[in-house]
């Protein structure tokens, strides 16, 4: 089990821009793929961004492709989320999640291998 710890979020403006951070005390961290999801009231959680254990592939949703980024860095164990030129859509409960049941994998895996959670954080945009 990966245990992933977020931090960041907040509620900004229209146009703002916001990181989410996502780190690991597991040094396993580094062999997985990792991935971004959101979660809205009496919604499905959606998935927002993800990338291989190497960082080499990355892929976004249509919703926030050319918006945001995401990243790694598995010497420090931690993903990071920048969002910018952020939309009301945006706002969500954001989770970070680890690949799990994955390892290596240079691809984003179906959004079903994602096993171990962080505990969400709150992303509020207003106009």
């Known amino acids: 089990q990966i245990p992933l710890v977020q931090s960041g979020g907040g509620s900004v403006k229209v146009g703002d821009s916001l990181t989410l951070s996502c780190t690991s005390s597991e040094r396993m961290f580094s062999m997985y793929p990792m991935g971004w999801f959101r979660q809205t009231p009496g919604k499905e959680r959606e998935f927002v961004a993800g990338?291989?254990?190497?960082?080499?592939?990355?892929e976004y949703s249509d919703a926030v492709k050319g918006r945001f980024t995401v990243s790694r860095d598995n010497r420090k164990l931690a993903t990071t989320l920048l969002m910018t030129d952020l939309k009301p859509e945006d706002t969500a409960l954001y989770y970070c999640?680890?690949?799990?049941?994955?390892?290596?994998?240079?691809?984003?895996?179906?959004?079903?291998?994602?096993?171990?959670w962080g505990q969400g954080t709150q992303v509020t945009v207003s106009s």
């Open positions: 999640a680890s690949a799990s049941f994955s390892p290596f994998s240079n691809t984003v895996p179906a959004h079903d291998r994602f096993a171990d």
């Open positions: 990338l291989s254990w190497s960082g080499s592939t990355t």
